[in-house]
């Protein structure tokens, strides 16, 4: 599928827009810590820029990894043996590790799109635009705010 099937497709551009909004979220919460670190509003415009630059950045990387096939595996580390399959089974989650799934409702299978209705090629599809779109988002918040 090509990103253009993907992106008339309405499924994959609610994947994009919710994880493009999830990184924008996050973002603009991070530039906001660095704008109060410094006690200046100016510092905000500045972390943006770097924030949209960088998530540029992550889409071409995301694109040439893609577009290469390979993946980064990390070497496995040794794992103590007090440690292996001790852990008891938490019941409950966190609220902020709750998504749409975790909840019942009427519209959720009408406004929630989840990776598993994917491919592998459209879910880095999303990845990359959700990347690129936040990217072009913080910079324009940059020049904006």
Known sequence: ??????????????????????????????????????????????????????????????????????????????????LRGRRPKRVGKPAFLMDSADFEDDLTRFTVTGEEDFTDDECWIAKVLSCLLCGILMIFFSFVL
């Open 1 to 82: 599928m090509s990103t253009i099937d993907f992106c008339r497709n309405r499924k994959g551009r609610l994947l994009v827009f919710r994880q493009a909004m999830g990184m924008l979220s996050v973002n603009l919460v991070l530039c906001a810590l660095v704008s109060g670190a410094y006690r200046n509003r100016l510092y905000f415009s500045f972390a943006a820029s770097a924030a949209g630059v960088l998530l540029i950045l992550r889409a071409w990387l995301s694109r040439c990894r893609w577009k290469d096939g390979r993946e980064y595996s990390r070497p496995s580390g040794r794992v103590p043996y007090l």
